[in-house]
């Protein structure tokens, strides 16, 4: 199935025009029509090869849109027309004990929807940055009838991986949850923790987004650059998400949790973070990781962001921008995910 799509060739060229084929229907999959495809700060990280082991040309995206255009002969959940989602993930061994767990992001075998092993072309897999996509049925989600499918995009991995950990930790009524970062993952993040009860603090390098955090659902609003303020927040936060992207002192942060209190790392970025013990051991504090969520758990995120009429505050733009928008990515200059109307990739053809 010829695919139009855009790829870096290396780390260091931008993204242009690829063309690529998806493999023929087996029984159980689905051909999507992508529609909208979100740009995640991971997208930028593996095109251009900040975190080794990119295989070139590489097509990223794995915030996908779609509607389905046709379906195996053994498809039960899905029809043709139904508007669906695929995450950061296309596959899994299906029996190991992550896999029992419906836990298959840690699944030794998963299958990334771009830069995995794909053992149907004996190539790597390419994302959503394509105008279609051939996805087994038990890796599609469905997409709460009330959302906005442009706005819905970015769900399926900062909504996903937003709520996994909020989730996982409990978080709800009367706890203080810190967000670190307000780009794509920390503006869901903030939705999901106030939607979940919390009395949610912010903290943002960017003083041009206070207003917006405060719009977005923030009780209070912390410059992280500002010592000062960050002092009077000492000891007092049950749960705190970070999602920055580049290198911080985390330490900073872990002193602003209580005795017992978690500080969850989503953000990945390209060099080691150093770690102060001492913010650990005085206080029993515990820092911990998040990877995106299982399959179960992207369709529970689903539900509940259509139960809370939640989606993502979104700038759309035609491929053609993806370069620009990765640009501005690394400045912070976003508000608040990126999302490519797949409609415009037919300018180039
Ligand atoms: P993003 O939209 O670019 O947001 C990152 C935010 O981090 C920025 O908007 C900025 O917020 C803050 N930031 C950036 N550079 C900073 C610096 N030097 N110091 C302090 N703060 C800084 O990125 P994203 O798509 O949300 O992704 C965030 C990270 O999560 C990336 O590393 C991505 O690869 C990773 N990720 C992980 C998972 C997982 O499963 N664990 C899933 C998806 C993404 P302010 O302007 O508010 O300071
Ligand atoms: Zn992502
Ligand atoms: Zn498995």
Redesign the pocket.
């Given at each position: 199935m010829k695919t139009n799509a855009y790829a870096a060739q290396t780390a260091a060229t931008p993204l242009a025009p690829f063309s690529l084929q998806r493999r023929e229907l087996g029984t159980h999959d689905i051909a999507i029509e992508i529609l909208y495809c979100g740009?995640?700060?991971?997208d930028?990280?593996t095109a251009r090869g900040e975190w080794q082991g990119t295989t070139y040309p590489c097509v990223p995206g794995h915030e996908i849109v779609g509607r389905v255009m046709q379906v195996g002969a053994h498809v039960q959940k899905f029809t043709t027309g139904d508007n669906v989602g695929v995450g950061?993930m296309v596959d899994s061994c299906r029996t190991c004990v992550n896999c029992e767990e419906n836990l298959e992001?840690f699944c030794p075998a998963t299958v990334f929807t771009y830069n995995s092993p794909d053992k149907h072309t004996n190539g790597i897999t390419y994302g959503g940055y394509s105008d279609r996509i051939v996805v087994d049925e038990a890796f599609v989600l469905k997409i709460p009838p009330n959302l906005d499918l442009a706005a819905t995009a970015p769900l399926l991995?900062?909504g996903i991986?937003t709520y996994s950990p909020l989730h996982r930790n409990h978080v709800t009524t009367g706890q203080k949850v810190g967000i670190?970062?307000?780009?794509?993952?920390?503006h869901m993040g903030v939705k999901i923790a106030k939607a979940l009860g919390a009395h949610v603090v912010?903290?943002?390098?960017?003083s041009n987004?206070v207003a917006d955090a405060v719009r977005l659902g923030a009780d209070e609003v912390v410059n992280?650059k500002n010592a000062a303020e960050m002092q009077q927040h000492l000891n007092s936060f049950d749960f705190i998400l970070d999602?920055?992207?580049?290198?911080?002192d985390i330490n900073a942060y872990l002193f602003l949790l209580k005795r017992d209190g978690n500080l969850t790392?989503?953000?990945?970025?390209a060099e080691p973070l150093s770690l102060n013990v001492g913010s650990l051991i005085f206080g029993r504090r515990t820092l911990s990781?998040?990877?995106?969520g299982g399959i179960q758990e992207t369709q529970e995120m689903l539900d509940f962001c259509g139960k809370h009429s939640i989606t993502a505050d979104i700038e759309l733009i035609p491929i053609q921008k993806i370069n620009e928008a990765y640009d501005r990515?690394?400045k912070?200059d976003?508000k608040?995910?990126f999302v490519i109307d797949m409609a415009s990739l037919q300018q180039d053809s």
């Open positions: 740009v995640c700060h991971s930028l990280h950061c992001q991995c900062a991986t670190v970062g307000l780009g794509g993952l920390g912010v903290f943002t390098t960017s987004k992280s999602t920055v992207s580049a290198q911080h790392q989503v953000g990945v970025p990781g998040s990877l995106i990515l690394v912070s976003v608040y995910r």
